[in-house]
């Protein structure tokens, strides 16, 4: 079967002597450090390795897997080598995911240019392969894995076994017959096309044939108009289905002959529906397609939490894998948790843990390299500073010179600004989340701040004579044993920030709870003031209350919230959170006793319109499902639109309470919604060749509390390949804009918990009516491909209390 694809596959010397094997050390760790042999497949599609040449060999990737291929001077781990192995021999396999990467060193410079461009000339291909090839490939891998003597033809046996690796069980005799009419050489064996039509056979859906013919007079094609009916009335296409039906006629319909007669023939009709255009997810919304002029407290922003961290909290490994992985899965936010490091360099690590550290340089010279592959709209460096004042100025050395232009360091044009920025003026631009000495408005007045700023801070006490007198006269109110010792004179810190922001302070026991007291001296605060003018639009202040916010935060200034403090805020003052989030940014974090890095759910906060969300990116899971559901819009951008009543300054919308007091008013949509069929799901168990699944679909919808809710099919026996479903579910939903549908395969297990076998989640708003198929990601968020479920979906609208 591998002809399928190696007559597409360019010819390539490189690739011919991947065929053929080489030595390569596989690097895991510093100490572990093992040669093993390495083989390119004939099928030029999977990669296969052995313990030495000619040994027994196994798996170790599929360039569908591979999302790049990266040069040894990129590695952490190669880098740390490099007295060892030249970084010119080594390179690093990058797999789509969180599987972790494959660093490799090959025997010679030449052998790693090799393995380096044959890699990523074969990821290009697949990358740019179409339907039917992908279709084709996944055969050839079916084929591969039933042909179990390679001999490139399949027995009867061979075939039974296929179909159980392929989670089918089949009547043997019925299985014997597909086998005999496929056999067209009479030979006992498929081989080739043979087998291709013996998959055929097997993959015919009944389901789709049905449709067609509802809308086919003569069952054997669909005529233009007939097209178009069928895209107007049960697609919803509504005013351009005519011109749509001729589009996708043209590009789906497999016959030159029914292009050129405007007919959709049975095969062309599937490919329609199996493609991006008879996708679930509507495709107008993949590109960017919102309004992005907005103030930025106007959109939801993707955001991570301890980026630096690919594992736990308390003893996981701090990478700059980390960042890349969050940036190129399209986060705009990320944070860095600086300290002080050896050798005067700051470092970065989950600070009072056992988690490991990486230089704050290398934390930056990423984010330079990687912040704008995925979005050009701007990156936020949410940094948690604990360093001395001495490397605070390295700090800021590093991010000037390594970020040069794209660093944000003023205002966009100099003045003073009435509300936020919005992405599309900050395009391709780091802004710096961070405490700050002064008020934005000071930063503009002074002309040469540096110059000015660090005299002032370092002056006198008679600098504040108002400040020392005041304080001075209520110390000695304070202390009765004043009269008997020598006056100590005393100023509060200028700066108002916590404690220890100086290097000599007391603490005087006074009346008024968080004043502190200071010995007349030269002081300097804790932050440096070439740092502090580095945050310009993200000036990070403690939250006090909604009302102390309106009354004394400006619109840069942003509060950070643990997710317990945020959810009961939502249930004490939610219009007041909404009210909030409009013209301020929130961000939302973590708990700290998810030391395993789990995560929270991320829909509550966003349905009070909190923009920053920060998650654990790392963890995948339910939490993470919704959070990648809402982001795949707008080009995977990072930034979302909140709706209009979370922009809105006087919303009276509450995210506890969104119903109207007049329910007869309240809009409603009521959803319909026939799970189907399913399409090649995946085996759970792949250790057990036996084990086919009994596979069960979940819809589930996440929203205000009132539209979260979920429902499930039965399950069907022992068929994951084509199981057949065929029931309808009904929902309703008050505030569709909020709400986000995720569709859960799970394999249905009496004895326990269900196991889960492939998921998609999108927003509401995205999402197409009419026949629709869903194609399924992994708990990882990467591709099943080509396993599906197909749906019919109808919704209607009407208002609270209509039955009809």
Same mark, same amino acid.
């Given at each position: 079967?591998?002809?399928?694809?190696?007559?597409r596959?360019?010819?390539?010397?490189?690739?011919?002597?991947?065929?053929?094997?080489?030595?390569?050390?596989?690097?895991?760790?510093?100490?572990?450090?093992?040669l093993?042999?390495?083989?390119?497949q004939?099928d030029?599609?999977?990669?296969w390795?052995?313990?030495?040449?000619?040994?027994?060999?196994?798996?170790?990737?599929s360039?569908?897997?591979?999302?790049?291929?990266?040069?040894?001077?990129?590695?952490e781990?190669?880098?740390?080598?490099a007295?060892?192995?030249?970084?010119?021999?080594?390179?690093?396999?990058?797999?789509?995911?969180?599987?972790?990467n494959?660093?490799?060193?090959?025997?010679?410079?030449?052998?790693?240019?090799?393995?380096?461009?044959?890699?990523?000339?074969?990821v290009?291909f697949v990358t740019?392969?179409?339907?039917?090839?992908w279709?084709?490939?996944?055969l050839?891998?079916?084929?591969q894995?039933?042909?179990?003597?390679?001999?490139?033809?399949?027995?009867?046996q061979e075939?039974q076994?296929?179909?159980?690796?392929?989670?089918?069980e089949?009547d043997?005799?019925?299985a014997?017959?597909?086998?005999?009419?496929a056999?067209?050489s009479?030979?006992?064996t498929?081989e080739?096309?043979?087998?291709?039509?013996f998959?055929?056979?097997?993959?015919?859906?009944?389901?789709v044939?049905e449709?067609?013919?509802n809308?086919?007079?003569d069952?054997?094609?669909?005529?233009?108009?007939?097209?178009?009916?069928?895209?107007?009335?049960?697609q919803?296409?509504?005013d351009?289905?005519?011109d749509?039906?001729?589009?996708?006629?043209?590009r789906?319909?497999?016959?030159?002959?029914?292009?050129?007669w405007?007919?959709?023939?049975?095969?062309?009709?599937?490919?329609?529906?199996?493609s991006?255009d008879?996708?679930i997810?509507?495709p107008?919304?993949?590109?960017?397609y919102?309004?992005?002029t907005q103030?930025?407290?106007?959109?939801?922003i993707?955001?991570?939490?301890n980026?630096?961290?690919?594992?736990d909290?308390?003893?996981g490994?701090?990478?700059v894998e980390?960042?890349?992985?969050?940036l190129?899965?399209?986060?705009?936010?990320v944070?860095?948790?600086?300290?002080?490091?050896?050798?005067g360099?700051?470092?970065?690590?989950?600070?009072h843990?056992l988690?490991?550290?990486?230089?704050?340089?290398?934390?930056?010279?990423?984010?330079?390299?990687?912040?704008f592959q995925?979005?050009?709209?701007p990156?936020?460096?949410s940094?948690?500073?604990?360093?001395?004042?001495e490397?605070?100025?390295?700090?800021?050395?590093? *991010?000037? @010179?390594? %970020?040069? $232009?794209?660093?944000?360091?003023?205002t /966009?044009?100099?003045? #003073?600004p009435?509300?936020?920025?919005s992405?599309?003026e900050?395009?391709?631009k780091?802004?710096?989340?961070?405490?700050?000495?002064?008020? *934005?408005? @000071?930063d %503009?007045? $002074?002309?040469?701040?540096?110059?000015? /700023?660090?005299?002032? #801070?370092?002056?006198e006490?008679?600098d504040?004579?108002?400040?020392?007198a005041?304080?001075?006269?209520e110390?000695?109110?304070?202390?009765p044993?004043?009269?008997?010792?020598?006056?100590?004179?005393?100023?509060?810190?200028?700066?108002?920030c916590?404690?220890?922001?100086?290097?000599?302070?007391?603490?005087?026991?006074?009346?008024?709870?968080g004043?502190?007291?200071?010995?007349?001296?030269?002081?300097?605060?804790?932050?440096?003031?070439?740092?502090?003018?580095?945050?310009?639009?993200?000036?990070?202040?403690s939250?006090?209350?909604?009302?102390?916010?309106?009354?004394?935060y400006?619109?840069y200034?942003?509060?950070?919230?643990?997710e317990?403090?945020?959810?009961?805020?939502?249930?004490?003052?939610?219009?007041?959170?909404?009210?909030?989030?409009?013209?301020q940014l929130?961000?939302?974090?973590?708990?700290g006793l998810?030391?395993?890095?789990?995560?929270?759910?991320?829909?509550?906060?966003?349905?009070?319109?909190?923009?920053?969300v920060?998650m654990?990116?790392?963890?995948?899971?339910?939490?993470?499902?919704?959070?990648d559901?809402l982001?795949?819009?707008?080009?995977?951008?990072?930034?979302?639109?909140?709706?209009?009543?979370?922009?809105?300054?006087q919303?009276?919308?509450?995210?506890?309470?969104?119903?109207?007091?007049?329910?007869a008013?309240?809009?409603?949509?009521?959803?319909?919604l026939?799970v189907?069929?399913g399409?090649?799901l995946?085996k759970?168990?792949?250790?057990?060749?036996?084990?086919i699944v009994?596979?069960l679909?979940?819809?589930?919808?996440?929203?205000i509390?009132?539209?979260t809710?979920?429902?499930?099919?039965?399950?069907?026996?022992?068929?994951?390949?084509?199981?057949?479903?065929?029931?309808?579910?009904?929902f309703?939903?008050?505030?569709?804009?909020?709400?986000?549908?995720?569709?859960?395969?799970?394999?249905?297990?009496?004895?326990?918990?269900h196991?889960?076998?492939g998921?998609?989640?999108?927003p509401?708003t995205?999402?197409?009516?009419?026949?629709?198929?869903i194609?399924?990601?992994?708990?990882?968020?990467t591709?099943?491909?080509?396993a599906?479920?197909?749906?019919?979906?109808?919704t209607?609208?009407?208002?609270?209390?209509?039955?009809?």
């Open positions: 079967m591998a002809f399928l694809l190696q007559g596959l360019p010819v390539n010397q490189d690739l011919l002597l991947m065929q053929k094997g080489m030595s390569m050390r596989k690097v895991r760790s510093k100490n572990w450090k093992k093993r042999y390495f083989r390119l004939d030029g599609m999977t990669v390795h052995a313990r030495q040449a000619g040994g027994s060999a196994k798996p170790s990737f360039i569908s897997d591979v999302e790049t291929v990266r040069e040894g001077h990129e590695s781990l190669l880098r740390s080598l007295e060892e192995f030249p970084l010119e021999q080594g390179f690093t396999v990058v797999f789509h995911g969180r599987r972790s494959l660093d490799l060193v090959a025997n010679s410079v030449d052998e790693a240019r090799i393995w380096m461009q044959g890699l990523q000339l074969l290009d740019s392969m179409d339907q039917q090839e279709q084709d490939q996944w050839s891998d079916w084929f894995r039933g042909d179990k003597n390679q001999d490139g033809r399949m027995t009867f075939v076994r296929l179909l159980r690796l392929m989670n089918v089949m043997q005799e019925y014997f017959q597909l086998f005999q009419t056999d067209t009479q030979s006992g498929l080739g096309e043979e087998f291709v039509q998959y055929k056979a097997l993959t015919k859906r009944p389901e044939q449709i067609f013919e809308f086919s007079a069952g054997q094609k669909l005529t233009l108009l007939e097209f178009v009916d069928f895209l107007r009335e049960e919803k296409e509504g351009h289905a005519s749509l039906a001729l589009e996708l006629i043209d789906y319909e497999p016959s030159e002959s029914g292009k050129l405007h007919v959709l023939s049975m095969d062309g009709f599937l490919s329609y529906l199996c991006k008879g996708d997810f509507n107008t919304c993949r590109p960017i919102q309004d992005m103030p930025l407290s106007h959109y939801y993707n955001s991570s939490h980026t630096y961290l690919v594992g909290q308390l003893c490994q701090s990478s980390g960042y890349i992985r969050a190129k899965r399209g986060c705009r936010c944070e860095v948790d600086i300290w002080d490091g050896p050798s360099e700051p470092i970065v690590y989950h600070g843990t988690t490991s550290r990486i230089l704050f340089k290398d934390v930056v010279a990423t984010v330079a390299q990687y912040a995925t979005s050009d709209y990156v936020i460096l940094l948690e500073n604990h360093c001395s004042w490397q605070q100025q390295i700090m800021v050395q590093h *991010l000037t @010179e390594i %970020l040069g $232009e794209l660093l944000l360091r003023t /966009l044009d100099g003045l #003073l009435t509300q936020l920025p992405p599309e900050l395009r391709r780091v802004l710096v989340k961070g405490k700050k000495l002064r008020t *934005l408005e @000071e %503009l007045e $002074e002309e040469e701040e540096e110059e000015e /700023l660090e005299p002032e #801070l370092e002056g006490q008679e504040e004579p108002e400040l020392e005041q304080f001075e006269s110390s000695q109110k304070l202390s044993r004043s009269k008997d010792k020598k006056k100590e004179k005393v100023v509060m810190c200028p700066l108002f916590p404690p220890p922001c100086c290097e000599v302070m007391v603490q005087a026991p006074i009346s008024k709870p004043v502190l007291l200071f010995p007349k001296q030269k002081f300097k605060p804790s932050l440096c003031p070439s740092l502090s003018a580095l945050v310009v639009y993200l000036k990070s202040v939250f006090h209350s909604f009302t102390h916010s309106r009354e004394h400006r619109f200034e942003i509060s950070s919230f643990s317990t403090k945020a959810k009961s805020l939502i249930k004490e003052a939610g219009n007041e959170f909404v009210q909030h989030n409009v013209w929130s961000r939302v974090y973590p708990s998810r030391t395993d890095s789990s995560n929270y759910n991320p829909q509550e906060l966003w349905n009070a319109g909190c923009q920053m920060a654990n990116v790392q963890t995948a899971g339910l939490e993470m499902d919704i959070h559901g982001f795949r819009q707008n080009g995977g951008c990072g930034y979302v639109l909140k709706p209009d009543f979370l922009r809105d300054a919303s009276s919308f509450h995210p506890e309470r969104p119903i109207s007091p007049c329910k008013q309240t809009l409603i949509i009521q959803p319909w026939q189907i069929s399409q090649q995946p759970v168990n792949k250790t057990k060749e036996g084990s009994d596979p679909v979940r819809v589930e919808i996440f929203g509390r009132p539209d809710t979920y429902q499930e099919t039965n399950y069907v026996e022992n068929n994951g390949f084509n199981p057949y479903w065929g029931q309808t579910l009904c309703r939903v008050l505030v569709p804009e909020l709400a986000l549908l995720r569709f859960v395969v799970k394999d249905y297990d009496w004895k326990s918990r196991d889960f076998v998921q998609y989640t999108l509401w995205c999402m197409k009516q009419g026949y629709r198929h194609h399924l990601l992994s708990k990882d968020g591709s099943l491909q080509p599906s479920i197909f749906v019919h979906i109808c209607r609208e009407g208002l609270e209390g209509d039955e009809s």
